[in-house]
Each structure stands twice: as structure tokens, then as C-alpha cells.
């Protein structure tokens, strides 16, 4: 096995969960794109750190993958999205991989070069954690509010088909706990530790950051779908000698509770030399209300 580190610096002066880490997140960190590249990646948009690791072998049916990741409290680059708060959160989830459903995998000692086409089904499951405060519309603040832990729970059925060097289409669907915590309004309770002096206007105050508003949990449905199309190789972004694509992409929520649907586009650098390896990319989606632009970029491993 051969490990080539590739460090990304894409977009030189922009501001920069899960197994087998996807390059093609959009700026809330979902994807319906699954590469076989073990990754350590920065979604700026989600302020999102993480390690993956795919192990796969070519010509072996079946591939697996493990991840872990952390968010801080705020994409520091979801460009034209006021006061949409996170919490910081931590989390892992593994991928397991059944490949050439529907395609012919590459003969032992072949020199084409690999298939021409390949397709590749898998189940992704992960788990995250969260804590915060928050404060109920209409409550009385106080100092004493117990944090709230959150734990999130997710299971994705996704399927992805690559056709060489022309396309990669991908379809998910699952599962996923959540809570409406990006529509609450990041709030900070007050409390006075020493009040102002006779002929001083300062105080010493103690601050406790939290969220202000009606907060809820429920199990959402999400699908996504990315149609990835390749420009031809002559097409090139000045300054980056890498392949690009352009990606076509939709993330929805089908749940009743908190149905919501978004659009966009993202535009992605691959390796010239292997079309299934990305290095990483930048989106913008909207949702009919806020447009979301993003990057992400990494140092990624292929074997």
C-alpha cells in the first residue's frame, strides 16, 4: 500500500460527520458522495474537522471505512447565513462498502488502467454528541439552567456510480436524529458579579452563552442527491493543474416535523491523475431563504 499526503490550499485568500470523508459536503456537512480516499479534511462552512480512514483494496468486492470528527460553534465562512448557531460537537461513524453492483471490476493484471465503470452501495452509520444551554421563550433566565446533551444518531443507505472520467451521480437516504438548534438565536445570560461603584459606570459581569428560543428534537428524513460532471481536461482553473468538476447537488429533509428542501452548485478539483480523487471544492446551495457558500479542502491518502 502507497500513501501520497496531497495538501490542499485551494482558493488562496478565502476563508476556509463521517467514515470515508466526503470532499463534496455542502456548507451544512451533508454529501451524497462517497470516495474510496482516506481523508483529513476542514469544512469551513461547518466549521468541521476531521480524520477518516477507507480501507480498499481494487479488485476486492467489499471496502470499509472509519471517522472522527468535531465541530466548533459557527461555520466562520457560510457566507450570507446571520445568526445561524451550532453547538460544538464530537462524533465518529464507519462505512461499509459493497462494490460493482452493477459493473465488471478490473481483471488481476490488467493494464487498462481500471474499470470504465464503476458503482459502489453502502450503509453509513454514526453518532455525535452535544452540550448547551438553553433558555425556553417566556422562562425566567437563570444561572442554574442545566445544560442540555444531545445525542445524534444517523443511518444512510447511499449509491454512488462513476463513469470514467465523465461523471459521478450519487443518491442518499436515511435516517438521522436532530434538533432545531440552527433556528434558535445564539444568546448570552448576564449576571452581574459586582455592580457599579458610586461614580463608576463599569460592573463585572459573568457571562453564560446559550440559545434563546423554543428548542425541539425529532428524527428527520433527509435524501441528497450529487450529479458530478467532469469538464474536459484541457479546462483547467488557472493556477491548479487539477482536473475540475462541476457538481450539481440537492439536500432535502422528506420528515413532516421539519420538511425543508435546498439546491446549489459546487465546483471541485480532482487529481489529474486519478479522477476519483478530490482534493477538494467549493459549494454554494439555497434554501429559498439564505444563500450558504462554502469550502472545503484536505490532506487526503489513496492507495
Not at 463534496?24 to 483529513?40: D, P
Not at 445524534?152 to 436532530?178: C, K, S, T, V
Not at 491523475?273 to 482534493?279: F, G, H
Request: hydrophobic residues 40%; proline residues 5%; charged residues 15%.
Amino acid at each position: 500500500m502507497r500513501l501520497r499526503l496531497v495538501l490542499v490550499a485551494l482558493l488562496a485568500g478565502a476563508p476556509c460527520a463521517l467514515a470515508q470523508q466526503s470532499l463534496f459536503e455542502s456548507g451544512n456537512g451533508q454529501t451524497a458522495v462517497y470516495l474510496r480516499q482516506s481523508t483529513a479534511a476542514v469544512n469551513l462552512g461547518d466549521s468541521k474537522a476531521s480524520l477518516g480512514y477507507v480501507h480498499r483494496v481494487n479488485i476486492e468486492k467489499y471496502s470499509w471505512g472509519v471517522e472522527g470528527y468535531a465541530t466548533a460553534n459557527a461555520g466562520v465562512a457560510s457566507l450570507f447565513s446571520s445568526n445561524k448557531p451550532t453547538a460544538p460537537e464530537g462524533g465518529g461513524d464507519g462505512t461499509l462498502v459493497r462494490h460493482y453492483l452493477f459493473t465488471k471490476p478490473p481483471q488481476v493484471g490488467s493494464s487498462s488502467g481500471g474499470p470504465i465503470r464503476e458503482d459502489w452501495l453502502l450503509v453509513d452509520a454514526g453518532y455525535g454528541r452535544s452540550s448547551f444551554y438553553v433558555y425556553p421563550t417566556g422562562a425566567k433566565p437563570s444561572t442554574s439552567t442545566p445544560k442540555t446533551d444531545f445525542d445524534r444518531f444517523r443511518a444512510l443507505l447511499a449509491y454512488n456510480f462513476f463513469a470514467n472520467g465523465n461523471m459521478i451521480l450519487g443518491i442518499a437516504a436515511g435516517a438521522e436524529r436532530r434538533n432545531n438548534l440552527s433556528d434558535l438565536t445564539a444568546a448570552s445570560l448576564e449576571t452581574v458579579e459586582a455592580p457599579a461603584g458610586a461614580g463608576s459606570a463599569s460592573s463585572v459581569v459573568k457571562t453564560q452563552a446559550g440559545y434563546y428560543g423554543n428548542y425541539k428534537e425529532y428524527v428527520g428524513a433527509p435524501i441528497y442527491t450529487d450529479a458530478l460532471f467532469y469538464l474536459p481536461e484541457k479546462m483547467t482553473i488557472p493556477g491548479f493543474d487539477n482536473r475540475v468538476g462541476v457538481d450539481l447537488l440537492t439536500r432535502s429533509d422528506a420528515a413532516a416535523v421539519n420538511r425543508s428542501t435546498s439546491g446549489g452548485i459546487g465546483i471541485f478539483l480532482f487529481k489529474k491523475s486519478d479522477p476519483l480523487t478530490a482534493v477538494g471544492g467549493l459549494t454554494a446551495t439555497y434554501d429559498g431563504t439564505k444563500f450558504q457558500v462554502s469550502l472545503t479542502a484536505g490532506i487526503s491518502g489513496s492507495k
